[in-house]
């Protein structure tokens, strides 16, 4: 089946600890995009990337970095220096001149 | 600026009730797109209608329906006959240049 996958749903780390969180997706998209959501808010945009090995920040990049070494992945780390990173995170990919974005089912971050 | 509102923070209805979730946007772009998702417990966001700033048709699918009006900078969604699966949170989107403004969602409650 066609789609962007996450993992894991749930991820727990201690504080000052730096996590990577997977997003895969085989719809043959260029574009992918990580967004952070906090309870009752919408989503805000941290990196996206158009092309393999080029990635743009977007509103809140801060303590995040992310690489696009492949077409199919778009991985992201948030590092010690994220000052509030719990919050659910999700990616997304779309065709380039599609508008439309599609979702992955999202990481739940906890930081202890 | 370009923003995206949504002025319902939450609602409930009981099931078999019709319901309008309102979407008030801002742009300084002659062409632009609007969007729709809808975000159930499960976290994912599924994309539901977009809709490009010449088509000022109204668009209705099964239960669903869109009210677009450039004039009033609203693009309203409606839902008929509401039903229990219909609770969610609803998003509303506006896309600005290679990126989507989301609004901070309308949570949806569908009462048995």
């Known amino acids: 089946d066609g789609g962007i996958t996450q993992s894991p749903k749930y991820l727990f780390r201690k504080e000052g600890q730096n996590v990577t969180l997977s997003c895969e997706q085989n719809l043959n998209h260029d574009a992918m995009y990580w967004y952070r959501q906090d309870p009752g808010q919408g989503l805000r945009l941290i990196y996206y990337?158009?092309?393999?090995?080029?990635?743009q920040k977007g509103d809140i990049a801060e303590g995040y970095s992310v690489s696009r070494e492949k077409k199919e992945s778009f991985p992201l780390t948030v590092t010690s220096a994220q000052k509030n990173p719990t919050a659910f995170y999700l990616c997304?990919?779309?065709?380039?001149?599609?508008?439309?974005?599609?979702f992955g089912p999202g990481t739940r971050l906890t930081v202890l | 600026a370009q923003k995206v509102t949504q002025a319902q923070t939450e609602i409930s209805v009981v099931e078999k009730e019709d319901v309008t979730l309102d979407c008030v946007y801002e742009?300084?772009?002659?062409?632009?797109?609007l969007f729709w998702y809808k975000q159930p417990p499960s976290g994912e966001l599924v994309f539901l209608i977009r809709r490009n700033s010449f088509d000022e048709q109204n668009e209705i699918s099964g239960r669903y329906s869109w009210n677009f009006q450039k004039s009033t900078s609203s693009f309203n969604f409606t839902i008929t006959a509401s039903q229990v699966v219909d609770s969610a949170v609803y998003f509303c989107?506006?896309?600005?240049?290679?990126?989507?403004?989301f609004g901070k969602g309308t949570r949806l409650h569908i009462l048995p």
């Open positions: 742009t300084r772009d002659t062409t632009y797109y």
């Open positions: 989107a506006l896309r600005r240049d290679d990126k989507i403004i």
């Open positions: 990337s158009q092309i393999v090995n080029d990635f």
């Open positions: 997304a990919s779309s065709i380039l001149d599609v508008n439309e974005q599609f």
